[in-house]
């Protein structure tokens, strides 16, 4: 019920119906623990709608290691595991560009004038 609640509550838009999700991903989250409480639980299905862009939200959607913005990237650990600059910029701005479109409830508009990037490098949600 909680899910459905936050499902309600991060609509693409006003007035918009709300992202469905799948038995697999309530599975999923059934299954974590939550040392975050509730706040991660709003995270988690928060970024899940964006991913899903107000679609249905599926297992893959739900993603315990995005956690918030807060978290932090392991340069070192990236480069010792093969990753590329390409790769390394691609997962900052990818993240950047998800906490932009959470922080404005979805405004891809707003979410773009905020990291100063054209509105094209926004995926539509």
Known sequence: MLV?????????????????ITQAAIDKLMRHNWPGNIRE????????????????????????SAGTMRRSIDI????????????????????AIIEAVARSKGD???????LDIDLDRIPPI
């Open 108 to 114: 891809r508009l707003a979410a773009a004038t905020m």
């Open 76 to 95: 070192s650990q990236s480069i010792r595991d093969g990753a590329s600059l390409a790769q390394l910029l691609a997962t900052v701005e990818r993240e």
């Open 41 to 64: 639980l709003q995270n988690v299905v928060e970024r899940a709608v964006i991913m899903s862009q107000g679609g249905i939200v599926t297992e893959q959607a739900i993603d315990f």
């Open 4 to 20: 459905e609640h936050l499902l309600h509550q991060f609509r693409t838009k006003p007035g918009a119906e709300p992202s469905r």
